[in-house]
């Protein structure tokens, strides 16, 4: 792609829990954000996160090196290989969740939330399943590119891994230079507000490691009743 990006990423235990059950990925020599809220007990949970980053990825890797793939055409006509890459991907973090929770009767059940973002041919590719978020800043403004997957607070109406197959969200939109994205778990967006994530975000201007270490901090100075990782990634 022809636009460069910076950004930052980080994860935290939060205050009330014994371990850490999120996972995140930066990886921009893929053009590749995530981050991941895995659920289960005895901590399959942090097996199901984990399970998403490395399985994404790889898939990502390996598909980056196939010519076939057909783009994916949204409703305004937007066609991108980099979203079909994606949801193959995010699927096949599926299928590997479900058979090792499948083949472990300690994972059974496991799961996980997963927010992923893509670059590829000009377009910022969005694939998600569960209450991890997305949201892009723009202009001063923030739009949460997202739609939660949850009948309830901390109630999903669906999860990575827990069913042989997943109905995953995915929306291409177009790139501009100085936007910035933001993916979160609901250990943030639970206790912070969109317009207090923009104000942090721009307030730290261009140094995204900053910005995500106070996310992380109000979330805990508010309780930290959760896991909470941030990713921010912005466009020049």
């Not at 981050?35 to 399959?44: C, E, L, Q, R, S």
């Not at 939330?113 to 590829?120: C, D, K, P, S």
């Not at 991890?132 to 309830?152: M, Q, V």
Request: contains cysteine; aromatic residues 4%.
């Amino acid at each position: 792609m022809m636009t460069a990006v910076v950004g930052a990423g980080l994860s935290d235990r939060g205050l009330r829990r014994e371990t850490n059950e999120d996972a995140f990925a930066y990886l921009p020599d893929l053009d590749l954000f995530l981050v991941a809220d895995g659920v289960g007990g005895h901590a399959a949970g942090e097996v199901a996160s984990q399970t998403a980053v490395s399985a994404i990825t790889s898939k990502i890797q390996e598909l980056l090196t196939d010519d076939d793939l057909t783009p994916l055409h949204d409703a305004r006509g937007y066609p991108c290989v980099g979203a079909r890459r994606l949801l193959i991907a995010v699927e096949h973090a599926n299928q590997e969740i479900f058979r090792c929770a499948s083949t472990n009767s300690s994972q059974r059940g496991m799961g996980t939330t997963v927010a992923a973002l893509h670059f590829a041919d000009g377009f910022a590719n969005l694939c998600h399943v569960g209450d991890s978020r997305i949201y892009r800043i723009r202009d001063g403004k923030i739009e949460r590119l997202t739609k939660d997957h949850a009948i309830a607070v901390n109630v999903l109406s669906q999860a990575l891994g827990t069913e042989p197959t997943v109905d995953a969200t995915w929306r291409i939109e177009p790139l501009a230079p100085g936007e910035c994205f933001v993916l979160c778990t609901d250990g943030v967006h639970g206790l912070i507000t969109d317009d207090e994530i923009l104000s942090i975000v721009e307030r730290h201007a261009d140094d995204y490691a900053a910005a995500c270490q106070a996310l992380i901090a109000l979330a805990n100075e508010r309780g930290g009743r959760d896991n909470s990782t941030a990713v921010v990634v912005g466009t020049r």
